[in-house]
């Protein structure tokens, strides 16, 4: 039976292995998959002994994407753009690596949330890995404009500098919060750690624009402090980021397996046994 697993630190919260066997079972694919704890300081040397024992591939989920990226001995172009990466492939002539983040981030908005970002004006809050990992993608489905804010204004304008060449159709700005008065989205994407500590970034109320969709990377049982501020400034739609953890995953599946799971049913399990647990 060919082995999978996700690696992170911590990781008993992870839900990957309850994805992916759903996925196994949906398929027909005999296949294992597991959580391993990785250790701070010896990720290189634990992804090593998985593959060697026999391991095809693992996600790589917090705090090791960036190790997962110099680890890697080919990287596909989305890893490349995001500098990151949540999917490793153990094949014969090295470790092969992908970010499927960004991609289950549009999966899940245009296809779960029926919400195009073509023409639309998209916010992204944070600047940090999560953000990075989904930006190149959000560019590529041509919104209108793309602005990034941050408690820090310099890392979004940081962040906003690398990924300028791949700007091809979109307006591109960033700075801090602060500036982001007297503008209004369409689409607002929260990828800060925020909600972690049950906080919303401080943005102005009025950045909802009509009919604006609020979402967060994070999820939960309940609305998540975010989602909560959204609401309660107007937005007319919130999304938490279980769908997009779905997604990414069945995309991570694709690679592996060469098989796409459907993922409808998948996601509204997981969303039952939230609201059950």
């Given at each position: ?15 990957s292995p309850q994805i992916h066997a759903a996925f196994a079972r949906q398929t027909g694919q005999a296949l ?246």
């Amino acid at each position: 039976m060919d082995r999978y697993a996700v690696i992170g630190n911590p990781i008993a919260h992870s839900k990957s292995p309850q994805i992916h066997a759903a996925f196994a079972r949906q398929t027909g694919q005999a296949l294992s998959y597991e959580a391993i704890l990785g250790p701070m300081h010896g990720f290189a040397d634990t992804v090593r002994a998985f593959a060697a024992s026999g391991g095809r591939g693992m996600n790589v989920t917090v705090p090791f994407k960036l190790d997962a990226y110099d680890l890697a001995d080919h990287l596909s172009e989305r890893a490349q753009a995001a500098g990151a990466v949540n999917t490793l492939s153990f094949r014969a002539d090295g470790i092969h690596a992908d970010n499927t983040d960004g991609c289950g981030l549009i999966r899940d908005l245009t296809r779960n949330l029926n919400c195009p970002l073509a023409g639309q004006r998209v916010l992204l809050l944070g600047a940090g890995g999560a953000a990075r990992g989904v930006l190149h993608p959000l560019l590529a489905e041509g919104p209108a404009q793309v602005v990034v804010a941050n408690r820090t204004p310099a890392r979004a304008r940081e962040l906003v500098e690398r990924f300028r060449p791949l700007c091809t159709h979109s307006a591109l700005d960033g700075g801090g919060f602060d500036a982001l008065a007297g503008q209004t989205f369409d689409v607002l994407i929260n990828a800060t750690a925020a909600s972690l500590s049950d906080e919303a970034p401080p943005v102005p109320a009025a950045v909802y624009g009509p009919g604006a969709l609020a979402y967060d990377m994070m999820y939960g049982a309940q609305p998540t402090a975010f989602l909560k501020a959204a609401a309660g400034a107007g937005a007319a739609r919130g999304a938490d980021g279980l769908g997009m953890l779905v997604e990414q995953a069945a995309e991570s599946f694709f690679l592996w397996r060469g098989v796409r799971p459907a993922t409808a049913e998948v996601l509204a399990a997981l969303r039952a046994g939230l609201r059950a647990g």
